[in-house]
């Protein structure tokens, strides 16, 4: 994907988080808090009033489609949707170009999700609306990465830190985890930050990642042994192994058992760590990833990083389409009904 992408505006198509800096970063996340009535089901917000989401998912998926389209129906617009290559054209040999500029005549930006790495650029390069990547492969994932980096500050400020100089032990299948790679590369934007890296033999981020972040100034420590990987780490993010994406590195890898669980935490002395993960978590057993015996602990932001997705996928939308939070503000309105979120 080409570094030399417009910034993520009114009108743009959002490929990558290299298509931000620390400015238009801070006006997206400023957007998110602003709809936070709305994710929180205090505000009904009608702002998106007629217009249409086009939804294509050629992957699975369930969070990011899920919490594409809640926010934007909670924008007050209209999802069409196709998952699968099975009931789309795509799988009568109809190209990506084609399907692109066909669906973007029915939608006013449309949200993709595709196998193939840089897919979706190819798809945006064909269609004649805004269209937002939602994971192209091995790839990138932007609006995971901008959740995450936006939790992480939420989650960082509430201990009296920031991103930068920020500690992050980033554990798993580092070759394969499209969402590391967006991670990383996002927090390029912030300064003196230290990445410890822990994978399975075979997994490992790929060069050019590790390369970039140390030429933006940041310190990168590759471990061999998790324990160590995660001692003294402000936040752990860890991954599952996208077992769906390799041919021989899993046998290779030789990854079984858990990847980070608590007596792992109890060891390395960091039980008050928090704890990302972008999800879904492997719960198979053996499955070499985060055990839910860590549910418990204080810094679990697991779950905060899937709230947290609906704000910034509205605040992404809202960009696209150039709402500002004047004309979010005008059209919302309390809601008559409580809704019954209970805390967590
Ligand atoms: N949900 C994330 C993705 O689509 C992470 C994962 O699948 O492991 O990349």
Redesign the pocket.
Known sequence: MPDSLPLFEQGRHLLSVSQFDRDNLQALFDMADAVDPIAKRQAVCTVLDGAMLGSLFFEP?T??RLSFESAFLRLGGEVTTTTGFTFSSMAKGESIADTARVVSGYSDVLVVRHPDEGSVAQFAAHSIVPVINA?DGTGE?PS?ALLDVYTLQKELAARGKNVDGCHIAILGDLKY???VHSLIKLMGLHTGVTFTLFAPPGLELPVQIEHDAIAHGHTVRVMDDVEAAVTGADVIYA??V?RERMTDELAQANARGDLLNKSILTRADNLDAIIMH???RDSRPDSYDLSSDVDDLPGLAIFHQTDNGLNVRMAIFLTALGVTIEAVNLTSKRRPWKATLRPV
């Open positions: 998926s969070r990011t994971g994932h995971q985890g499209r969402t991954t599952r996208q972008p999800l879904p």
